[in-house]
Structures are given as C-alpha cells and as structure tokens.
C-alpha cells in the first residue's frame, strides 16, 4: 500500500518555547509503514529568537521553512502572511495536511496514526473524505466514534465552530488546504480603516464550507490534538485586543449570510450555531455587556456622558445578532432570539442614560447570567 504523506503546518509568531513543544510532539509520533511526514512552518516578524532557532532546523530534510524578519503594517495581521506563505512551501507531494497552532501539540504519540488508520479503512471503502475534525480530548467522548457524513451535515449536527472552528482541529486534503489558505488572507487587513472591510476571525471556516460543504468529512471522537494552556494566557489576552479580535467576531454573522448564498441553504438548523456549550450569539451577546460596562465606568471616570459613537457601537451589533434570526429554521427560538437581544439593547441604552452601578447589577448582570447558562455538554458528541 502507498504510503500516505502528512505535512504538518504551522504558522507562528513570538512563542519560540511553545513552537518547540509543538515541533517535539511531532517528532515523537510513532511511525508505521502506513504514513509518512514533514513539518512546514512560517515565521514572519517574530522579535524572539524563533529566527535563529528555525534557521537550524532548515538544514533537517523533514522540514519547509519560510522564515523571515520582514515587519508588516501595524494594520496587517501576520499570521495571515503565514498563512499565504504556509500555502507556498507545502511539498508538492503531500496527501493531507494537519493545520497546527504553535501553541498547540498532538496529544498522543499516534495521533497521526490514528488518522492515518480512520484514512486507510475508509480509503477501501472507496469514502474518502477530503476534511477529517481532530478532536480536543477534552472534547471528546469515551464512545470514540467516526462520523463521516458531508460537511456540512456535520456542521449541523455538531456546529460550524465545532467542527471547522478551531484551526489545530483540521485536517485536509493538500489542494483543499491550500485553497483555504490563500483565501484566508484575501483580506488581510485587522483594523476597519482605509474603507476595508475588517477581516473576519474565522475567514477559513467561512472558506472550507462555501468551497467544500457537499465534500465527504470525518469526526474523529478521539483526543487527538490539544493546546498547551489550559486557560487565557496575559500573551494571548494582549494579541487578541491588538489583532482587534472583538470587532472580527462580529464579522462571523457576515459570514453565516454568505454560506447561506453559497451552499443554497436558506436556514440553518440550531445546533449548527454552537460556539462551545452555548450559541454563538450568546457569546456575543455576553461580549457587548461586558463592553457596556467598560465603556459606561470609563464615563463616569472621565465625568463625561456616553457619547454617539459608543452608543452606536453597542446598538448596531446588538441588531446585527439579530439578525441571526433570519437563518434558524427554528421558529420558537427566532421569537426567543428577538426578544431576548431587544432585552439586552435597552438595558444597555437604560445603563448609558444613567451609568447607574444599580442598572449594572439589576439588570445587565442578570441579563449576563441568563446568556450563560449552558445549552450543551462539554463533550462534542454526547455520553
């Protein structure tokens, strides 16, 4: 049997210690006679030593680097330049490729081949999928099963970040991966200046869907692949207020819309809109309060009144999870969603007309905990 050839590609930024715990849980995989690998990494304007460190690792034949100190614009995202540069220095001879955060690891020493195996049994079966969800262990049942179905059925059985969320977690077929990653980085842009549109967080799921939603996918319900820190670090705190990662969130409704024009589908079933254990909406939701809060306290700090732009701020993205209702399928939870963000918009508008602390814990903390009661299991697939 031809073996099959895994790529394992990383994209990394100024976490040269985390980088090579990274790089050694692939180095220690076990390998079989089923498979084959090599590890593509892009580094782009790191100030630690990562520099240095992957110039020794060119010399290794199992790695493809881009490695290089090239600084971009304070408005330019660089893991999106890796992004396009991971996309260029994947071997031509690749079958699959495993998308790994640099501050991720496989968590087993046969995670690929495990996959590997999960490929083979369905290769014979003339199934093969172009697009395999590696599972968290933490998300991951003790049932260990195999799911293949489209993916986009399996986006609406387990949810869209579910499955195509987290970038450690996704597995592809080479020409599809770097499809993905050169669309990922159309819009490179992070800020919402220049008249560009910001970019969304999640620009390769959006990708993977409206390209491939008819392909055959797989979830693996083993713990495959996992992050380094169990909690947000201060390190990840600080790149996601720089990366303006708030803002790009909100662009992820944008997405839904688009799908729903791609993939001829006009609405979506519940379950498709998990984020974790809640809705996605709910997470955003709980978001704009927090916000409210901050901006409110900044006021009263400053001896000001809240003025239109953050008014507008906060009410423009409490209707656009509103506008959410327009792709469920689910009429009761339409009504729900209507009424309960209408709630969250005039506690807000009542908190910024009084910046009172009592309308802050009679009803925008209330409110919160309403958002935060969980509708799922931590588990992707349930006991």
Not at 39 to 68: P, Q, R
Not at 114 to 123: D, F, G, M, R, Y
Not at 194 to 214: G, P, T, Y
């Amino acid at each position: 049997m031809k073996k099959i050839k895994f790529t394992i590609a990383i994209p990394t930024f100024n976490r040269l210690s985390k980088l090579k715990k990274a790089i050694d849980s692939i180095l220690s995989q076990k390998i079989s006679d089923q498979f084959e690998f090599n590890i593509a990494i892009s580094n782009t304007c790191s100030t630690d030593n990562t520099y240095d460190y992957l110039n020794k690792l060119k010399k290794k034949k199992e790695f493809f680097i881009h490695n290089e100190k090239k600084k971009v614009d304070k408005n330019v995202l660089s893991q999106f330049i890796n992004f396009r540069n991971l996309a260029k220095i994947i071997p031509a001879d690749t079958d699959w490729v495993w998308w790994l955060g640099d501050d991720d690891y496989l968590y087993r020493k046969e995670s690929i081949q495990i996959v590997t195996e999960k490929i083979s049994e369905n290769t014979n079966n003339k199934n093969i999928p172009l697009f395999i969800h590696a599972c968290h262990p933490d998300r991951a049942s003790s049932k260990g099963q195999c799911v293949t179905d489209s993916i986009m059925n399996l986006c609406e059985k387990f949810g869209y970040h579910e499955m195509l969320g987290w970038m450690s977690s996704i597995i592809l077929q080479k020409d599809a991966m770097i499809k993905v990653l050169n669309e990922s980085t159309n819009n490179v842009n992070y800020l919402n200046s220049n008249n560009k549109e910001v970019a969304s967080c999640f620009a390769h799921s959006a990708s993977i869907l409206k390209n491939f939603h008819n392909k055959k996918g797989m979830f693996l319900d083993f713990g495959l692949v996992c992050n380094q820190d169990e909690k947000l670090t201060d390190d990840t705190k600080k790149r996601w207020e720089n990366d303006n990662v708030a803002d790009r969130y909100f662009k992820i409704i944008d997405d839904f819309f688009e799908i729903r024009d791609v993939v001829k589908i006009k609405t979506f079933q519940k379950p498709f809109f998990r984020y974790h254990g809640y809705h996605i909406w709910d997470h955003l939701g709980e978001y704009l309060i927090r916000k409210a809060i901050i901006i409110g306290r900044k006021c009263i700090e400053e001896q000001r009144l809240v003025n239109t732009h953050e008014y507008e701020l906060i009410n423009n993205r409490w209707m656009k999870i509103v506008k959410i209702a327009q792709l469920l399928d689910d009429l009761e939870t339409q009504k729900l969603l209507g009424f309960t963000f209408q709630s969250g918009l005039n506690y807000t508008n009542l908190y910024f007309n009084s910046l009172s602390e009592e309308v802050i814990n009679d009803f925008l903390l209330k409110f919160r905990q309403i958002l935060c009661i969980t509708n799922y299991k931590k588990t992707i697939v349930n006991e």
